[in-house]
């Protein structure tokens, strides 16, 4: 909505972001009308108060509110996404699903106990729709996880952002339903509702915002009770191409040959959240062909692409990775791809398959692309197997990207740069904060990337049993750029900042990656 827009309607518009709202206003008025109504009190004009509507053509809305508080009011168009915000920023998220009336005891709200009838509380009208509110909300701040935790006297709601925790205004009044908040998504995600002295694990899947969403729960008890983390997979995303991952040109033109090659193992690396599922999709869209056969076992199944056979990990039945890999390796593969080697049993079986003429694609938790060679070593797998199938590693990170609305150039010399910063007397950019970046100054995210072009030399080394340090400095005077080079390469180009590089890198005294 804006200003043309209302005046189409004859109505006066008004911008939420800008304008000061007067805060006494919302005493008026109750909670659950503003918010079912959406509508944001924020000024009075003599004996009437301006309300902003998003929704014109509701024409009760103003004599219901009339009717409700005994004043005049005054209906101004204002956007749905601003009221949106008021509203959450007021009251908090979930706060139209808190009937005043039932809230007091009508719907039998207890806190949680030992003799609480879980089933049917966890099933109530008021707790369904707040942890769906609670979702939605999460999905449009681009939230990848949901923190739910108890802490002692308060419940705290926490978003996972482009890498980073923000906290949630949830309304102090709903920590009453924390329990059964907890009782419900475990309800969702067919867990023991009765069990709070062991961790759980469970999924489920749901349509919000028109948008299939699975949901990985993770429960835990802690000291002052259960603690709730949620990862929302958006299965609806598209799967993007190598293009999109904005690979320096040299490292994509090495990648792209890497997984052209009909054998041997790749591996992409990085800490958990850091895109290399992303990265793996994109690899298996660049190669897919009909004259190739592509097989993959994950956990989850993230993305659905078509032309490629997809198994999804059931532990409870036996279906594990390395399981499932020995499976694949008889049904005729010609690439396959593993969601993440996590044990001895899974590492031998992916270096076994990629020596009986297989392409083998998989994921590994290590700092740095030279670590997965000592990584998969410590698993077990025999220094000169490694040698002979590890063809490249990929590592990566996610850093968050300048908001394009308010980024500003500044000169370099005007701050203190590390002594590794390869062009101190240019210039960079800096965040400063927009309506459009929620004032962060970022939006989004874009990868940095390092990767190790397992050579001759390098399998050499590898087979002596050389540590990652000794690799590093053998790749590095080869021209292997590291995860640092990368950021810089992306500060000078305007994606993101120094202290974004310095978060995901650290740095050492003498100014190197840490």
Known sequence: MNQDQASNFGMPFVDLHEAKIDESLFGIFSAQDLSERGAVPYATSGNSILVAVGDPLDLDLAAELSLATGRHIRPVLADPQEISKALKHRFGVGSSALDDEDSDGAMGFEEYGESSDIDDLGEQRTVSKLVSELLEDALQQGASDVHLENEEGHFQVRYRVDGLLRSVHFPPKMS????????????????NIAERRLPQDGRFKTNLLNRETDIRVSVIPMLHGENIVLRLLDRGREVLSI?????????????????KRPNGMILITGPTGSGKTTTLYSALNAIRDQTIKIVTIEDPVEYSLPGIHQIQVHEKIGRTFSTGL???????????????????ETAQSAVQASLTGHLVLSTLHTNDACGAVSRLVDMGVEPFLVASTLRGVMAQRLVRRLCDGCKQEVDAKSLVLPTDYPDPNGTVWIATGCRQCHQLGYRGRLPIFELLNCDESIRQMAARGADSSSLRQRATSQGMKSLRDCGWQAVMQGKTTVDEILRLTGVTSDGSEG
Do not use: N, T, Y
């Not at 009453?176 to 867990?191: D, N």
């Not at 020995?326 to 001895?344: A, C, K, Q, T, W």
């Open 176 to 191: 009453q339903f924390r329990s059964a908040i907890i009782s419900r998504i475990k309800i969702l995600a067919k867990l």
């Open 243 to 259: 293009g999109d991952l904005e690979i320096p040109q040299q490292q994509e033109q090495h990648f792209l040959e890497m997984i």
């Open 326 to 344: 020995r499976s694949i390796l008889r049904h005729d593969p010609d690439v396959v791809l593993v969601g993440e080697i996590r044990d001895r």
